[in-house]
């Protein structure tokens, strides 16, 4: 599986998204993809409790510990590479997280609209 360029929605280098937990479809940090990746899971968006309940709710529990796989479970302020189809949906349904842009793969884009994404920037 060959990644994609590095490259995030604002047309520049992509940034790490999170080390601490390890995230990215890759687990290398960031959010890069291939076409591999059917889930797209390009977004970095910041937790919060809302959007972790929410993820729950339609059957993605990020939140709950999973030891077999390595997986602690995130918390509130955790960052974490989402679906962008899952992020599209919170956002419609006004419980979306805010996103770090920088670290955002452009291939997001195929999914969810520039000026959403930047409906939920960090910094605007």
Not at 54 to 75: A, C, H, I, M, W
């Amino acid at each position: 599986m060959k990644p994609d360029p590095s490259v995030n929605v604002l047309g520049t280098a992509l940034t790490t998204c999170s080390t601490q937990p390890v995230t990215g479809f890759f687990r290398d940090g960031q959010c890069n993809t291939c076409a591999a990746d059917q889930g797209s899971h390009t977004v970095c968006a910041v937790m919060t409790a809302e959007f972790l309940a929410f993820s729950k709710y339609v059957g993605n529990d990020l939140s709950t510990p999973r030891p077999e796989f390595g997986f602690d479970g995130l918390q509130p302020g955790n960052k974490w590479c989402l679906c962008a189809g899952r992020f599209l949906q919170a956002h419609e349904e006004g419980c979306a997280p805010r996103v770090d842009l920088t670290a955002t793969h452009r291939r997001a884009l195929e999914i969810v609209p520039l000026d959403v994404l930047r409906q939920h920037a960090l910094t605007r």
